[in-house]
């Protein structure tokens, strides 16, 4: 990893904790500049249920910018698009166009954004910001979210035949793809749990799985 100006996009407040909290509190910990950049507003967790959604979008934005506190990084540092959480898709072009904007704004070195999987908002953005950003000029990386439970190589689809073809097909594409760049946690392991602390009403909702896949000796990021 270069020490240079990072732009880490998440489709949800805790997506950046989950994928790459250890990355960011090297990143600030050494001094580079890192913007978070959060593409919904949250509003849809299932929390909602309890508060609303408008009290919900808001103690997600609290939460995100002490996150981010836990990880090092000064409030400034956390933008929020505010789309409507779980309508990513529905937004495809406003968003390709505020994370152009955003981009055009920090000027990154590299750029983190996320794996594809089931959940819609993950896919769609990880869709825009390949036509965004693939290509550079700055590095480009993926990070897994729901990836070790969720196996993007069973994307849902629809119809038996098209499924079991996509059962053969997507794993061998996904074998082909560039070694994973590991990021050791090491002494920002503690950091990240912290961040990951701050989130603990999202992860109440996630289960179990996010401490034995997020709590690891590394990070890993796909190089595009
Ligand atoms: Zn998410």
Not at 149 to 156: E, G, L, N, S
Not at 189 to 215: P, Q, S, T
Request: proline content about 7%; glycine content about 6%; charged content about 30%.
């Amino acid at each position: 990893m270069t020490p240079g100006r990072a732009l880490i996009l998440a489709p949800h407040a805790d997506d950046e904790a989950i994928g790459c909290g250890a990355l960011i509190a090297r990143k600030a910990a050494a001094g580079a500049e890192v913007v978070i950049v959060i593409a919904s507003d949250g509003r849809a967790a299932k929390r909602a249920d309890e508060i609303g959604g408008d009290e919900l979008a808001r103690v997600r934005r609290r939460e995100a910018i002490e996150a981010a506190a836990a990880l090092g990084l000064p409030p400034e540092a956390v933008r929020f698009l505010e789309f409507e959480d779980s309508k990513l898709d529905q937004n495809r072009g406003p968003l390709l166009e505020a994370i152009r904007r955003v981009a055009a704004d920090v000027q990154p070195d590299e750029i983190y954004s996320p794996h594809s999987d089931q959940h819609a908002d993950h896919r769609t953005l990880s869709e825009v910001a390949r036509v965004a950003f693939k290509g550079g000029p700055a590095h480009f990386f993926e990070y897994p979210i729901r990836y070790w439970v969720r196996v993007p190589w069973v994307q849902p689809q629809p119809g038996r035949v098209k499924a079991l073809i996509h059962l053969v097909v997507d794993p061998i594409r996904e074998w082909r793809r560039p070694r994973a760049v590991l990021v050791r946690t090491g002494e920002y392991r503690e950091r990240k749990l912290d961040a990951l602390a701050v989130y603990a009403g999202e992860m109440a909702n996630v289960g179990h799985f996010v401490y034995e896949f997020a709590d690891t000796e590394y990070e890993a990021f796909f190089p595009l």
